[in-house]
């Protein structure tokens, strides 16, 4: 018996968008064997229609339409990848309404309307994935939804920013200033020509908002998470830091305190002797502690081809 | 609308059956709200039925049929503990054709048979899950089987046996022989007092043969997989170990080469400077290669109540 193909619409085909075109394309069989079922890249939505060449991709996948893709009757899947949070959230809210199921990586979107969001999809009977929008590749959201679900977690401690993680390694070790690490890191492609919604902290707080609602089974109102980013550290503050037997690094913290929690991000000193210190350059770390589970680190590449 | 409960039956209530007890009974809103049904402990099946004193469970629940528990109508779930491979294989075969589901933390049964089991399940659609069988609470396998299944898996490199991990920690930080570090090991329960499952090498072999299994898709055949415990070695290879600035850990190794896969288990000698060599005392950790997401580690306690 064939299966009928399951079909998908990419939104957006920047840095990430390509790389997951690619995987569709060229993993073809290890895909269709784990799924059971064909999986077919059907439709490629992106204003700049002319990038079908770069890709290698038919021209007629190609339309700048989203609102047609996620109401299209022969999509399964929209793979949203627009990033930002509109017109990001109306596209994931329109497909999961079509009865479309929505993988998505975007953290701003997830980390403002992730509870509604999913109790659409609930509503809706659909899947709404986001486990790339913590921690890259890293499985991490899937564990916290299903296999840590028998705990209750007293605290998360997070490395979950690449860009500022690599920034600080550089800063540590080289012994050079935040302006210089950063070039070094834009330089590489590990921060963008506008770095500020990581080294500020922002970035983080998006995934903290999402990881702390996902441990803490709870509605999280992102406004009220504490940030603090990294460009104020001095070369100096590694050298007595170090002197101390102390790491700094940039932590996403959410803490069980009585009947609150409390959410915070900014630099932090670690125990140069913990696992978390010893996460460098573009890695992140998830440390959860459970009731049950104990002390869980998930360690891997964030997200984005190289970061 | 009242769903109905989904009830269990218990196999075996050693220490890590009398902790599973525990948690059904302390924690049933938490289980109910996350399973979407309450979920009962209907039975234990132990031969010795005094235990349910020691546990505060009503008498009337333990019975010491392991044979009519696996085909009892009202049982939803067995939950197998007994350890060992005969007469758990069994059982656990019993119960899937009896189409209960079924979780165990078995991992001699699913190093030698765990292909046989996993297509018994699939025939009569219900689920076999083994997270517990290497990592403890480490959500692992799951990962393995539902959030990595898009990657082809290079290498394995895992510490996957706490006992013997805590004694090379202790040889190597203490500067002590094998035998007083076993004695350690032993007065605090980290050490059984036939520990030459765990410091022979057997148990991390079955823990690598079922990561061999689900990292590979291959049915693996566990007499292949060389192991060598840690029985061995001195102190003094600690002391020449850390002066060329490596660290000594019993390493799972699995790893593609060409079409082949080799799968075995011995002291290895690693850059102390490595996340894997910071991976102290009863502390499990499994480092992952795969093609899409690159490193992935995962840490955390090992199996039992301790260790």
Same mark, same amino acid.
């Given at each position: 018996?064939?299966?009928?193909?399951?079909?998908?619409?990419?939104?957006?085909?920047?840095?990430?968008?390509?790389?997951?075109?690619?995987?569709?394309?060229?993993?073809?069989?290890?895909?269709?064997?784990?799924?059971?079922?064909?999986?077919?890249?059907?439709?490629?939505?992106?204003?700049?229609?002319?990038?079908?060449?770069?890709?290698?991709?038919?021209?007629?996948?190609?339309?700048?339409?989203?609102?047609?893709?996620?109401?299209?009757?022969?999509?399964?899947?929209?793979?949203?990848?627009?990033?930002?949070?509109?017109?990001?959230?109306?596209?994931?809210?329109?497909?999961?309404?079509?009865?479309?199921?929505?993988?998505?990586?975007?953290?701003?979107?997830?980390?403002?309307?992730?509870?509604?969001?999913?109790?659409?999809?609930?509503?809706?009977?659909?899947?709404?994935?986001?486990?790339?929008?913590?921690?890259?590749?890293?499985?991490?959201?899937?564990?916290?939804?299903?296999?840590?679900?028998?705990?209750d977690i007293q605290a998360i401690y997070a490395i979950v920013n690449g860009t500022t993680n690599y920034i600080l390694t550089?800063?540590?070790?080289?012994?050079?200033?935040?302006?210089?690490?950063?070039?070094?890191?834009?330089? /590489?492609?590990? @921060? %963008?020509?506008?770095?500020?919604?990581?080294? !500020?902290?922002?970035? =983080?707080? #998006?995934?903290? +908002?999402? *990881?702390?609602?996902?441990?803490?089974?709870?509605?999280?109102?992102?406004?009220?998470?504490?940030?603090?980013?990294?460009?104020?550290?001095?070369?100096?503050?590694?050298?007595?830091?170090?002197?101390?037997?102390?790491?700094?690094?940039?932590?996403?913290?959410?803490?069980?305190?009585?009947?609150?929690?409390?959410?915070?991000?900014?630099?932090? /000193?670690?125990? @140069? %002797?913990?696992?978390?210190?010893?996460?460098? !350059?573009?890695?992140? =770390?998830? #440390?959860?502690? +459970?009731? *049950?589970?104990?002390?869980?680190?998930?360690?891997?590449?964030?997200?984005?081809?190289?970061?």
């Open positions: 018996m064939k299966k009928r193909a399951i079909n998908i619409a990419l939104l957006g085909i920047g840095t990430i968008g390509t790389g997951v075109a690619k995987v569709l394309m060229n993993k073809t069989k290890t895909l269709a064997r784990q799924a059971g079922s064909p999986i077919d890249l059907k439709l490629v939505v992106e204003k700049d229609t002319s990038r079908y060449g770069v890709l290698g991709l038919d021209k007629k996948l190609f339309t700048d339409d989203y609102e047609k893709a996620v109401k299209n009757k022969d999509i399964d899947i929209v793979i949203e990848l627009i990033g930002g949070e509109y017109p990001a959230y109306d596209f994931i809210k329109k497909a999961l309404t079509n009865e479309k199921h929505v993988v998505t990586a975007n953290k701003e979107v997830m980390a403002k309307h992730g509870a509604r969001l999913l109790s659409i999809a609930r509503e809706h009977h659909v899947g709404l994935r986001f486990e790339a929008s913590v921690g890259g590749g890293i499985p991490l959201i899937a564990p916290f939804q299903r296999d840590l679900v028998a705990n550089r800063m540590a070790h080289d012994h050079i200033d935040f302006s210089v690490a950063l070039k070094q890191a834009q330089k /590489l492609g590990y @921060a %963008e020509a506008n770095p500020s919604n990581d080294v !500020g902290g922002l970035d =983080a707080a #998006y995934k903290l +908002g999402i *990881l702390t609602s996902l441990g803490f089974d709870m509605a999280v109102n992102f406004n009220q998470i504490y940030y603090e980013g990294i460009s104020k550290m001095k070369s100096k503050d590694f050298r007595y830091a170090s002197e101390f037997g102390y790491a700094i690094k940039l932590l996403a913290i959410a803490k069980r305190s009585n009947d609150l929690v409390e959410a915070r991000v900014h630099p932090v /000193l670690i125990p @140069a %002797e913990s696992l978390l210190a010893k996460v460098d !350059g573009v890695y992140n =770390a998830i #440390y959860v502690t +459970g009731d *049950l589970v104990g002390n869980v680190l998930f360690y891997g590449q964030g997200a984005g081809r190289s970061i």
